[in-house]
């Protein structure tokens, strides 16, 4: 692609879908610990702002791109991300958790009902982002659940074996709640 292209690429307008990528580039950054609360909220304004490819390209040019998707082999899980934007989330049934799962939720809400769920590993870790949000997640009984972080709270009643299968739950709740039980929130 000649300079000529790139800079009339640059100059076209942002598209919803343009700005959803940067949000989650962004917040994908602010996980890793790339980014303080006060510029993730500083950039997610800019790029709602955004009118050109340019504008959101200066909101994130200095945070490594995105990770171009990879085929998943035969008998693994699909999904290591979960994020929700100003929505819910659920993930319920029988599906296969990986040993690294991450859920990052600005404004919204996540149920993970783990009730059902196959573990992948004897210990699985679940990384939690709730900005201004809640998660909650219900863990399937005989795991041991240990949870920690910020803003995380654990409430799992009886006495799994010594052998049991861990689910860790580490996690960060700016303005939210993360809760990891064994029951779902009584209405």
Do not use: C, N
Not at 71 to 98: C, D, E, I, N, T
Not at 169 to 183: M, S, T
Request: no cysteine; aromatic share 6%; glycine share 8%.
């Amino acid at each position: 692609m000649s300079a000529e292209q790139r800079k009339a690429g640059a100059a076209l307008r942002a598209s919803d879908g343009d700005r959803d990528e940067t949000l989650v580039r962004l917040h994908t950054a602010y996980a890793e610990g790339r980014l303080t609360d006060t510029e993730l909220d500083e950039r997610i304004d800019l790029a709602l702002a955004a009118r050109t490819r340019a504008e959101l390209g200066r909101v994130s040019d200095d945070l490594p791109a995105a990770k171009a998707p990879t085929a998943v082999p035969a008998g693994r899980p699909a999904g290591r991300f979960q994020m929700a934007y100003k929505s819910a989330v659920r993930r319920s049934g029988r599906w296969r958790l990986p040993e690294r799962f991450t859920t990052v939720i600005y404004k919204g809400h996540s149920l993970l009902d783990l009730r059902e769920v196959e573990l992948e590993g004897p210990v699985t870790t679940i990384r939690v982002l709730a900005y201004k949000s809640t998660v909650e997640i219900v863990a399937p009984a005989g795991v041991r659940v240990e949870a920690e972080g910020v803003g995380v709270s654990s409430e799992v009643g009886g006495v799994p074996p010594v052998d049991a299968p861990v689910i860790h739950v580490r996690g960060f709740a700016y303005k939210g709640e993360i809760e990891a039980k064994d029951r779902f929130r009584r209405a």
